[in-house]
T-cell receptor, first 114, second 114 residues
């Protein structure tokens, strides 16, 4: 079974631009979560989608948004990029929503904002 | 609010020695607890999880962890370190308190000396 795939793997943008990251979950998984990983702040939860609905949201500004499609694929968007948005963005999928379901992580998208 | 503290940002052991990575959590309700491993340029992989069943949890690659409620700890151990264990390890907590969002510790980088 194919794992979680994230595209692109690497991205370089400049301040003020916007960016869209994509995540394809494991086949049959209906929950997708997004995390931001930085050296300073560590791993922080961004949001979770289940059956096209946002179930949970972390403490990030409104510039960070996401959505999930009917095939469970998910995208996250960051508008008006800031230098501090440089990070590894990880996507994780699970069969359903809830801590009893193991989250499988993708390799991440490394975003650099110049 | 929930939190996770991992003592020691770096731990160094000799190959064949005991591995002990420390994790303390705070949660006002029964928690789910997790250990993840991250190899360079990869996403996170679940090592093991505690979900209120047995307090001693066995995971992959010979790792285990013991849930001690009185000490609010969930330390990760492995009897004999292998060079391939060198990676970063994250402890995480989830509960109704955080709407079941995963709250991660800051991580511990394990170095294995030959």
């Amino acid at each position: 079974k194919a794992g979680v795939t994230q595209t692109p793997r690497y991205l370089i943008k400049t301040r003020g631009q916007q960016v869209t990251l994509s995540c394809s979950p494991i086949s049959g998984h209906r929950s997708v979560s997004w995390y931001q990983q930085t050296p300073g702040q560590g791993l922080q939860f961004l949001f979770e989608y289940f059956s096209e609905t946002q179930r949970n949201k972390g403490n990030f500004p409104g510039r960070f948004s996401g959505r999930q499609f009917s095939n469970s694929r998910s995208e996250m968007n960051v508008s008006t990029l800031e230098l501090g948005d440089s990070a590894l963005y990880l996507c994780a999928s699970s069969l359903a929503s809830g801590p009893e379901y193991e989250q499988f992580f993708g390799p991440g998208t490394r975003l650099t904002v110049l | 609010a929930q939190s996770v503290t991992q003592l020691g940002s770096h731990v160094s052991v000799s190959e064949g020695a005991l591995v002990l990575l420390r994790c303390n959590y705070s949660s006002s309700v029964p928690p789910y607890l997790f250990w993840y491993v991250q190899y360079p340029n990869q996403g996170l992989q679940l090592l093991l999880k505690y979900t209120s069943a047995a307090t001693l949890v066995k995971g992959i690659n010979g790792f285990e962890a013991e849930f001690k409620k009185s000490e609010t700890s969930f330390h990760l151990t492995k009897p004999s370190a292998h060079m391939s264990d060198a990676a970063e390890y994250f402890c995480a907590v989830s509960s109704m308190d955080s709407s079941y969002k995963l709250i991660f510790g800051s991580g511990t980088r394990l170095l294995v000396r030959p």
